[in-house]
């Protein structure tokens, strides 16, 4: 069974950055696919990025030119990277892995961007 433990978040002020992170354990094959989603007070989880285990990238238009994810496959663990966080950033962050069918979520860390 695979799972998560993210870390990394905490307040940070308005045009500021902050690196979150998400260790995986357990067993990792090839061909996954791993992520951030947030979910914000009073509205729905969304996705943030994902990237393969080849490399592959994908990201919400909103975050496009400000977020950056990558991996490290021999740490198991894929990195968010906020730079020029705005207001509406605010929200829980989850990690998410999926291979085929199997999906699984970290516990989620908590990002606040202050004015």
């Known amino acids: 069974q695979v799972q998560l433990v993210e870390s990394g978040g905490g307040l940070v002020q308005a045009g500021g950055s902050l690196r979150l992170s998400c260790a995986a354990s357990g067993t990792i094959f090839g061909g996954n696919v791993m992520g951030w989603y947030r979910q914000a007070p009073g509205k729905q989880r969304e996705l943030v990025a994902t990237i393969t285990s080849g490399g592959t990238t994908n990201y919400a238009d909103f975050v496009k030119g400000r977020f950056t994810i990558s991996r490290d496959n021999a740490k198991n663990t894929v990195y968010l990277q906020m730079n020029s966080l705005k207001l509406e950033d605010t929200a829980v962050y989850y990690c998410?892995?999926?291979?085929?069918?199997?999906?699984?979520w970290g516990q989620g860390t908590l990002v606040t961007v202050s004015s």
């Open positions: 998410n892995f999926r291979l085929g069918y199997r999906e699984r």
